[in-house]
């Protein structure tokens, strides 16, 4: 197979909502989940986000852990995985914590659409640039792309557009959800699985794999899906 494993995860409410409808990345994760997350990212080669959550989030996209971090030097890789970013205009600051914060290697998938300017400054910052003349990003190349850079392990951290497409096209193994006890509401507000939508006859089947009920109220769902 010509792409990484692709694993998916996510923080949810009970009501599916991924943000509330400010989309200011609500904090969703209890602190036991987001050491959970820490060693998954921990386990991966690259970390990969979409453009709005990249712009609007700005994400410092690294193992958090100095512990894990040291593990994966003692395993001669790099103290951080890969920084990946799909998005169809860049527009990073020079001084964002995606491209500040690590040290780690960073990708940025993009179109035609991003300025020679920001072209610059992401060549400057040694930043691997893939700029396709396209009005999306295509998602298969992408994958493509950074198995040849010896990608094996990919971790999608959303948002919702992202997530559905890359599901869409056949392109996730596996799908973690932490379920937080709580409900956000509000029928703008982003789901883990966004993008046009299917209809009923297409819907993508998963297969639970596992289920943890955990004392801070929250569930833990794993899912997989054919190749
Ligand atoms: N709770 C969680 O686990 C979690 C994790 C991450 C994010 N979030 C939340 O998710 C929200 C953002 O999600 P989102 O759905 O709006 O955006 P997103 O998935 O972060 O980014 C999607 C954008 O990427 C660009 N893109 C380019 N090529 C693409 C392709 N082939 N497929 C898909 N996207 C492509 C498009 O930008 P253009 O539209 O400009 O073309 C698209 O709108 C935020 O509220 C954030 O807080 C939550």
């Given at each position: 197979m010509n792409r990484p494993f692709v694993f998916i995860n996510i923080a949810m409410t009970v009501d599916g909502k991924i943000d509330t409808f400010e989309r200011r990345g609500a904090a969703i994760s209890s602190q036991r989940d987001k050491e959970r997350v820490d060693r998954l990212r921990a386990s991966a080669d690259a970390l990969m986000v979409g453009g709005k959550t990249l712009l609007?989030?700005?994400?410092?996209?690294?193992?958090?852990?100095e512990a894990l971090r040291a593990e994966r030097v003692a395993q001669g890789r790099s103290p951080n995985p890969v920084k990946v970013g799909i998005v169809t205009e860049a527009n990073l600051k020079a001084d964002s914590n995606f491209l500040n914060t690590g040290p780690a290697e960073i990708v940025i998938f993009t179109t035609r659409r991003t300025s020679k300017e920001q072209l610059s400054l992401l060549k400057a910052r040694h930043v691997h640039v893939y700029a396709a003349?396209?009005?999306?990003?295509d998602l298969q190349h992408a994958l493509a792309v950074l198995k040849g850079m010896g990608v094996e392990r990919l971790m999608v951290e959303g948002g919702g557009t992202l997530n559905f497409e890359l599901m869409r096209l056949g392109l996730v193994d596996e799908l973690t959800a932490y379920v937080a006890p709580l409900i956000f509401g509000g029928a703008s507000a982003p789901t883990m699985a966004a993008g046009s939508g299917l209809e009923r006859n297409a819907a993508i089947p998963a297969k639970l794999i596992n289920v943890e009920k955990w004392d801070d109220g929250g569930v833990l769902l794993k899912y997989h899906f054919t190749r």
């Open positions: 609007g989030e700005d994400p410092k996209l690294t193992v958090k852990s003349e396209a009005e999306k990003v």
